[in-house]
């Protein structure tokens, strides 16, 4: 099993594959707002785990995104990381880019 977290940037997409957890999540914080220049989607359909330090990173992925006059969606939520978002009443925060008007 994968136990890293890698990413990809495609145009104005970033994809995230592996694991998005407190262990793994360090390299993608450190570079930020690098990674996050540009972004307007990220697919996370290729992540095996999300713990709640992986979905407080996306929060603040969010958030980067928002400072700079942008929207950012997601795509590719699992079932488990919707139940995540939905424990911690965040459903109206992370939203699945199919539930967007």
Not at 29 to 49: A, H, P, Y
Not at 83 to 93: A, D, F, G, V
Request: no cysteine; charged share 20%; glycine share 6%.
């Amino acid at each position: 099993m994968n136990a890293e977290l890698h990413w990809q940037q495609q145009a104005a997409s970033l994809r995230l594959t592996g694991k998005l957890d407190h262990e793994t999540l360090l390299p993608l914080w450190e570079q930020r707002d690098t990674v996050m220049q540009g972004i307007s989607d990220i697919d996370l359909s290729g992540l095996e785990r999300v713990d709640s330090s992986g979905l407080a990173l996306l929060i603040h992925l969010q958030d980067i995104v928002r400072r700079h006059g942008a929207v950012l969606t997601f795509t590719g939520i699992s079932d488990k990381l919707q139940s995540l978002i939905t424990l911690y009443n965040l459903q109206h925060i992370i939203v699945s880019s199919q539930e967007t008007p």
